[in-house]
């Protein structure tokens, strides 16, 4: 519930934004996976707040630390606990929020739910930094589908309303992760970082679209109807933090055309059944087709600005001004990449062991 | 899992287009709710194949009959088990789909999942019918929450790339459900129609947007992270079939907005916390702020088609020419309204129970 | 959760004693085995008040009825729904209960529960009628588990206090269904017949003590620490109404015994790794080892007794005399066997699937 | 799943008895709760190995560090994370372990089930040592029930054979945890602390049975059928190390009693209905009665005994000798009393907070 995600491959969150650290569980990993901190560490540091322009400056460490469930080197089939420490955090920054929720944080929501007893500094729970928990679980889960011959790619595909030009998936494995946007299309890039520089110096923020694939995913995934591939993925996008829409294959563009447009006709091609086309983003009646999967994720604009903007003092129950203070991402799609990529991830290995394609002990 | 959703008020559904019925257990219901097949069927009869130009005339009846779980007119707490009959089902028009998928249907999938044993006729487990099982348990939640002060309405915002002008409230409960098109808006209700009319006679079909709205939603609804209210009611969403796009609030436009822009101002009003715009569409972090709930399913054109397509032999890996026969909507958004009504009543009652707004037995 | 047992093999109860009728969904089944009506029946007709001086003259036919889940002969990997309907209860029988509850049954708790609501008649949900939702599943995993060389044995190793002697496998499968009492010691169970006859006689009743062994169980099923097998297994055996203790290869007697007498060997056998003697009942650490799986359940003797008994109206909070009209069997254990074989089955099939030794296609 | 427990108050356990720690999450706290490891420890320190005869020297010191979820005193109603550090474990004593298993320990289990990938120093996942998670969790449970009232009393009432004479709860709750036993009975503790020292000099071990009694709690809780409230308890029960059996109320000796002796009469008492006797242990229908709740748990004794034990090479699969080095308990029940009342603790507050009787912010 609530702070655990997947089934069969599980993923328990916790940690708070500017407590002592963030950290996850990952239950029913596979035993005899070979793994240390380096296969966590690269998508951690994708994460993180990074390349000059893009990020804020906060420079968290991020080192993973593994605590349990890794013995001589490979995974025993207990559960994993990854952490990573807290450092660098000025709370002092975050006193205001107490009483004065943030617009479109989770500022007020998370005070009325809790009874006034969330942890409010930074965020807390709410913070984009608990997406950690779930790049760590990612990054687990990306290692046992490599082992499959799946291969998990995001991208930045529009962001503060500049578009990238459609892209193979050669040119998103290349150039993708070769700028601080994440975006292939590195004319596209150039606009979009300028759109972000534009934003944080006015005090504003920027949202985006981020489009996540998996390749080599076999037909057979994903239990209908309530545990269907959508479902299962959509919970977990729907679990980061700005993501506000989520669609597979043409998503919202199907609803505008005809049937006879959007249909994928199948094929034989390399010897076995293929689609023509990949409107279904490779997710026909919940289940995966061999095909493709794509997905698309709207993020929203970063809440936390400098503008001045209105709120409510919280125990006086009247108007209040406030501006964010602090150093915060004018726009987060270029780290959510990774975060979007781990949710497919982890939900791609709990649809392969509950359908039993990926077994409980490394081969 | 699979087929069943929620976790303490649980639907879990059974039966296949072209079997002997179509049922749903509901489990978790409260105790005390007076209950009858009269609070279902209203539900029901929206579902059905309805008015001329919009859907298929196969006269499905569709009559609810409530099996367990009703005891003096009132709900006892046990599940309550309801079914409606399958008849008048043509399954001959379904032969060929045994060993020729059509395209961008769940055939083909549910042929490799379930091993060449899944029960094509109709799109068994798969077919729109199956929607039936949820209406069935929504209509359930949807009286509960009426006791909570909660409503839900839905209506269609886009047909065919026809869009609607944005309503207010009352204009949706008013005018949304007099037409065949589920649209609130009677200009665009009957372009709507049009082009309706015009895919059946080209054999084609179409799809659309549908918008569903809560309100009266307490603030505090919604487990973060991962059953977060966004979560929750994507994972319902995303398993009515056709349904490829989720959003919530401003979604994938406030991918395109400023911070400053898409942010939403907290104001005092009517004596609560209320915010100014509702581009968050009612949910902060996951939980609900006491801010109507908007969501918006793309649905896709239905996929059964009489134009022909291409597809391939199952059986001999070749390629093959097919075209759907027998009668099929040519447009299910008007009829898919209730069904996304119901996923969000359900997730919404899920929610309340385990936030322990909603008791164990009714007041 | 509540109505249903399993994770991916997972059966929903619903109906109640006097209701319409008595079903169980069963979700998760593998696709691709043969399933007809009977092969449910057997097992029913088990469970069904029987032979003359054991049990209540109550004569259901308890027909099987497959309503879904099954196409052309084999299971399709749908939910399979099965129901029975109800016949021949008299309702008039239970009127007082409403008000009086009858001791040590489920009246008063579950009056309290679900405020009054309950259907009281019969013990509603809590009969052990309801029951047959667990051996109709039960019928279904233990074919599934048949096909793995699995066997799952029951039989009554006391009753009234008359004890079996102990017995090997091959006496058990041969003789204990050849007797009203389930038990495969003829010479105790004639004994037990005429200790439930004078229970009988003298309106009232008698428990005792059913064994469930699973043979051909495979090394490995089983996740702990918290769905052990024995956690797992405990939890369907004490859903059985009158189910008052559970005990796994020696478990009470163990308590008393010395780690040197306890401990069991391992030896090489047959080539594999074995012990020599199964305190352990097969599971050690939560995990199947291989050896046989031996649990017993303590069955209460029967509340429903003619003789006179105390208890309260519940309307007027004030002490009421009572005596349970109607028929009632004197002693439920040899009913419950083949229930507590069910409750075996069902969480064998669950374990199984989870580990990946059964597929989700028959093979 | 697995290494989890709960449905809405969920315990999450990680770590290994040699690796770097021991942990747990807890996941659905009510929020408003004081909580510090002071809370903790007093329950951690009667799990530790103890006083003189009774366990065994290995000195952990157990301090439990609170590492997220609590803020300002309080918990903030996102999930707990404790851990204690490992120190002291002399890993050398259990080098053997990895080709011998060590008779009716999980060494041979766990190395089948995870494919030789476990980590079998001192037990890995399967050591008592994992208990520790529990009894975290179970410390907070026991401070939530408090605050509503319900006091968890456990004690032995049976080792090596010897018997408590039956105590009224006053003088468990005074006696129970004043001597190294465990025992609320003087005279009893002094002849097992006795038997115990006899088996430490044999190089054996001795089991017992355990006693856990709820008072205070209100009727309504549990979830029938398969959640109810004997099988919620039973498969937490079952998940602690050597337990073997468990039982409610009159368990296993009810099977021995008539109706008329073992049905409890219903009387009305201190102006509620309560009943006279509790053959029932305070649970009819699966549903919680308003009576004391009293469970038994049958402890084996400890498999790890210096006596020389048969077992096999599972490299060469041929017969070998061992015996266990190592200091061990003779006899665990003492020190897993606590284990116990945090299994029910658990359970009664996942219980609580599913029938709404548990708020999710403490008052």
Redesign the interface.
């Known amino acids: 519930?609530?702070?655990?995600?997947g089934?069969?491959f599980?993923v328990?969150?916790?940690?708070?934004s500017h407590?002592?650290?963030v950290?996850a569980?990952i239950?029913?990993c596979p035993?005899?996976l070979e793994l240390s901190e380096a296969d966590i560490q690269p998508d951690l540091d994708r994460r993180r707040p990074g390349g000059g322009a893009v990020s804020t400056p906060r420079t968290e460490e991020d080192q993973a630390d593994i605590?349990?469930?890794v013995?001589n080197g490979?995974?025993?089939?207990?559960?994993?606990?990854i952490?990573i420490p807290n450092r660098n955090a000025q709370s002092d920054d975050y006193a205001e929020q107490r009483s004065i929720?943030r617009?479109?944080?989770?500022d007020?929501?998370?005070y009325?739910?809790?009874?006034g007893?969330?942890?409010y500094?930074g965020g807390?729970?709410?913070s984009g930094r608990?997406t950690a928990s779930m790049v760590m679980a990612g990054a687990i889960a990306r290692k046992l589908l490599t082992a499959q011959g799946i291969e998990i790619l995001g991208h930045a595909v529009?962001i503060?309303?500049i578009k990238t030009s459609a892209r193979d998936y050669d040119t998103i494995r290349r150039d993708a992760r070769f700028n601080a946007t994440g975006c292939a299309d590195q004319d596209a890039a150039k606009l979009m970082l300028q759109a972000i520089d534009r934003?944080r110096r006015d005090g504003?923020?920027?949202?985006?679209?981020i489009e996540v694939i998996a390749l080599g995913v076999p037909?057979?995934l994903?239990?209908?109807?309530?545990?269907?591939a959508?479902?299962?993925m959509?919970?977990?996008?729907?679990?980061i933090?700005a993501?506000?829409?989520?669609?597979?294959?043409?998503?919202?563009a199907?609803?505008?055309?005809?049937?006879?447009?959007?249909?994928?006709?199948?094929?034989?091609s390399e010897?076995r059944?293929q689609?023509?086309s990949n409107?279904?983003?490779g997710?026909?009646?919940?289940?995966?087709?061999?095909m493709p999967i794509t997905a698309r994720l709207?993020?929203?604009?970063?809440?936390?600005?400098a503008?001045p903007?209105?709120?409510?003092n919280?125990e006086s129950?009247?108007?209040a001004e406030m501006s964010v203070r602090g150093r915060h991402d004018p726009c987060v799609v270029p780290r959510a990449i990774v975060v979007a990529e781990a949710a497919m991830a982890i939900t791609l290995c709990d649809l392969s062991?509950?359908?039993?394609t990926m077994?409980?002990?490394?081969a």
């Open positions: 519930m609530s702070n655990s995600l089934k069969l599980r328990t969150s916790f940690g708070e407590g002592r650290l950290g569980v239950d029913g035993a005899g605590l349990s469930g013995f490979k995974t025993t089939g207990a559960p994993i606990c952490t929720p617009p479109s944080h989770a007020y929501t998370y009325v739910k809790y009874g007893h969330a942890d500094r807390g729970r709410a608990l529009e503060g309303g934003a504003d923020s920027l949202g985006g679209i037909a057979g994903g239990e209908p109807l309530f545990d269907s959508e479902s299962a959509a919970q977990a996008f729907f679990s933090p993501v506000k829409g989520v669609e597979f294959g043409a998503g919202f199907a609803a505008r055309l005809k049937g006879s447009e959007n249909n994928d006709p199948f094929i034989i010897g059944v689609t023509d409107h279904a983003g997710i026909l009646g919940g289940i995966t087709s061999g709207a993020v929203k604009p970063t809440p936390s600005i503008l903007q209105r709120s409510v919280l129950l009247s108007a062991i509950i359908a039993g077994g409980r002990v490394m």
